[in-house]
C-alpha cells in the first residue's frame, strides 16, 4: 500500500482541525442558550405598578410587555407576542414594552406595533422578565406576571389570551398579584437590600 503523501497529510489534518472548530463552535452557540430550568417561582406583585401619566385613566385596554434583550427567554415569547398583536390589536388593544434599565437592544420588526415606553412607574421594581402587565378600560390594572407557566410560552399555555378575551367582552379581571415558575431572566438592576 502506496504511503501517503506530506501534501496529503497536511490537507487531512487541515480537514480535521476545521471540523473540530466547526462542531465546538456550533456546540457553543447552542449551549450558550441552554440553562438548566429553574423550579424556583417568581412573585409578581402589581401594586406599584402605574402608567404613564399620558396613558392613564380610561381608554383602550393596554398591554404592557417587559422584556430584557440579553434574555434568552424572548426568542419563544416573542413569536407568541406578534400573535397577541395579530389578533387583539384590530380589537382595540394597545400594545406597549418596558426595556429593562441599562440594556441594549431592539424588539425585532415583527414587533413594531408595539409603542416603547421610557419609564413606568414601579416597574423597577418586577422580579424577572419577560412578563406582561395588562390594564382595563378603565385604566385599572387586571393582570400582572408571566406570559404563561412552564419552560415554554405558546397559545396553548397562556395566562393573557384568556384574560384580554374577558376585558375585551367586558367582564373584570383581578389579578395583579401572581406567582409562577416558567422560563425568566432576573429584572432588578441591583441587589435588594
Request: charged share 15%.
Amino acid at each position: 500500500m502506496p504511503r501517503p503523501s506530506r501534501k496529503t497529510l497536511l490537507v487531512s489534518c487541515i480537514a480535521l482541525i476545521w471540523i473540530a472548530a466547526m462542531l465546538a463552535a456550533f456546540w457553543w452557540f447552542e449551549a450558550r442558550y441552554l440553562r438548566s430550568f429553574d423550579q424556583q417561582a417568581a412573585l409578581f406583585a402589581g401594586a406599584e405598578l402605574r402608567l404613564p401619566a399620558e396613558l392613564a385613566g380610561p381608554g383602550p385596554i393596554r398591554l404592557v410587555h417587559f422584556w430584557d434583550p440579553a434574555c434568552p427567554c424572548n426568542i419563544g415569547n416573542q413569536q407568541h407576542l406578534a400573535e397577541l398583536i395579530e389578533h387583539f390589536a384590530p380589537l382595540g388593544v394597545s400594545f406597549h414594552a418596558v426595556q429593562k434599565p441599562g440594556s441594549k437592544g431592539r424588539l425585532p420588526a415583527t414587533l413594531s406595533a408595539i409603542q416603547t415606553i421610557t419609564s413606568l412607574p414601579g416597574s423597577a421594581d418586577i422580579p424577572a422578565s419577560p412578563a406582561v402587565a395588562i390594564w382595563d378600560q378603565q385604566g385599572q390594572l387586571a393582570y400582572f406576571g408571566p406570559y404563561s407557566e412552564g419552560l415554554t410560552c405558546n397559545s396553548s399555555n397562556s395566562f393573557i389570551e384568556p384574560i384580554l378575551e374577558a376585558l375585551n367582552a367586558g367582564r373584570p379581571v383581578n389579578a395583579s398579584n401572581t406567582m409562577a415558575v416558567g422560563c425568566f431572566c432576573q429584572w432588578p438592576t441591583e441587589p435588594a437590600d
